[in-house]
C-alpha cells in the first residue's frame, strides 16, 4: 500500500447515488472507529448556504464546488474525516485515503428513495444514474484505482461485512503510515 501523505488519520470518501446507504454506513464507520469525524457535505451545503443557486425542478441547492472545497480544506489536510457525498470528481485527490464506492440493487434503490419521499421524476433519474454507473466512472476517472472500495450495501449483513472490510483496510493503512515514518526517520 503506497502512502502519499504524513497524516496520522486517514480521510475516507463514502459516495455513490442517493439511497445506495451513504449516511449510514458512514455514521457507522465513525462510531466504530475512534478519532474519524463523519460530514454529511449535502447538509454541510445547506447549513453554511454553499451555493449560489437553487435546482426548482429538482429542488435542492446546485453547490458551489470551491465553497465546498475551501469549507473542508482545513479539516481534510488535518486528516480523520469520513466525508458523505454522492458526487466525488470536484474533490482534491489528494484529500483521500480511501474511497468507498457503495452499489445497490434498483429495487432496494427504489424502495429506498420512495421511503424518502422522493417525486418519480427524481427516483427516476437516480436509478438511470446507478444503472449506467454514473457514480462509478465518476470514481474510476478522479482517483488511483489502489485506494477505490466498491461494495453493495443492500443488506445489514452486507453492511456489517463492509464495515469490518473498511476497518481492515484501515488497519493496513496505519501499518503502512508507520513503516513510512520509521524510513523517514532513519534517513534523518
Known amino acids: 500500500m503506497e502512502i502519499e501523505n504524513n497524516r496520522q488519520k486517514p480521510n475516507i470518501l463514502v459516495t455513490g447515488t442517493p439511497g445506495v446507504g451513504k449516511s449510514t ?5 465513525s462510531e466504530h472507529i475512534e478519532g474519524l469525524q463523519y460530514v454529511d457535505v449535502g447538509l454541510l451545503i445547506n447549513q453554511k448556504k454553499l451555493y449560489k ?5 429538482f429542488n435542492v441547492p446546485e453547490f458551489d464546488q470551491d465553497m465546498v472545497c475551501d469549507e473542508l480544506e482545513d479539516a481534510m489536510s488535518a486528516g480523520g474525516m469520513i466525508i458523505d457525498f454522492h458526487t466525488s470528481s470536484f474533490f482534491p485527490e489528494r ?12 429495487t432496494v434503490l427504489y ?14 433519474e437516480n436509478i438511470e444514474c446507478e444503472i449506467l454507473d454514473v457514480s462509478k466512472d465518476e470514481v474510476e476517472s478522479s482517483y488511483k484505482q489502489n485506494i477505490i472500495m466498491e461494495l453493495n450495501n443492500e443488506e445489514v449483513p452486507q453492511l456489517e461485512q463492509n464495515i469490518l472490510q473498511i476497518i481492515e483496510y484501515l488497519k493496513q493503512w496505519k501499518q503502512a503510515q508507520l513503516q513510512k515514518q520509521q524510513q523517514q526517520q532513519q534517513i534523518q
Open 53 to 57: 443557486e437553487w435546482n426548482q425542478e
Open 25 to 29: 454506513l458512514g455514521k457507522l464507520l
Open 111 to 124: 424502495d429506498r428513495l420512495k421511503a424518502r419521499g422522493y417525486e418519480d421524476k427524481k427516483i427516476t
Open 95 to 106: 484529500w483521500f485515503d480511501l474511497v468507498v464506492l457503495l452499489r445497490t440493487n434498483n
